[in-house]
C-alpha cells in the first residue's frame, strides 16, 4: 500500500484504488510479455540442474518422465510425471515442476503444467 504514484512502476500492483477519486483499476495493470517455450522430453539426469531449486526435496523418482521447457536455448523449467494407471483413462501425475529463478513470475511454470497435462 502507498500513496506515492512515483513507485507504482515498481510495485507492479494487481489492482490500484484511488479513494479521493473512488476509482478502482482491476486486472493485472502491466502484462506479462508473450514469452516462447520450447517443451521437450529428457532423460533424468536434467533434473541437476534444477533439485537444487525445489523447494520439498532433490529427490526425484526413479520412474519419472522428465521434460524440460527453454527460452532462447536456456533451460527455464523443469517437470517430471508419474504414470498414473487407470482403468479407463490412463494419465500422468505431476511429481516434481521447478522454474529456475530467472524465469520465476512470468508464468512459465503454469504453462509447463498445462501443456504436460494436455499430453
Request: charged content about 20%.
Amino acid at each position: 500500500m502507498t500513496c506515492h504514484y512515483d513507485v507504482l512502476d515498481w510495485l507492479e500492483p494487481d489492482w490500484v484504488y484511488e479513494p479521493h477519486t473512488g476509482k478502482l483499476a482491476r486486472g493485472r495493470l502491466w502484462r506479462r510479455p508473450p514469452v516462447d517455450l520450447e517443451i521437450f522430453r529428457v532423460d533424468r539426469s536434467a533434473w541437476k540442474l534444477f533439485s537444487s531449486h525445489h523447494y520439498l526435496s532433490s529427490d526425484i523418482h526413479k520412474g519419472s518422465a522428465c521434460f524440460v521447457a527453454a527460452y532462447a536455448g536456456q533451460p527455464a523449467a523443469f517437470t517430471a510425471v508419474l504414470s498414473f494407471p487407470h482403468s479407463s483413462k490412463p494419465s500422468w501425475r505431476e511429481h516434481r515442476t521447478v522454474c529456475l529463478p530467472d524465469f520465476q513470475g512470468v508464468g512459465i511454470g503454469n504453462a509447463m503444467s498445462e501443456y504436460i497435462a494436455s499430453l
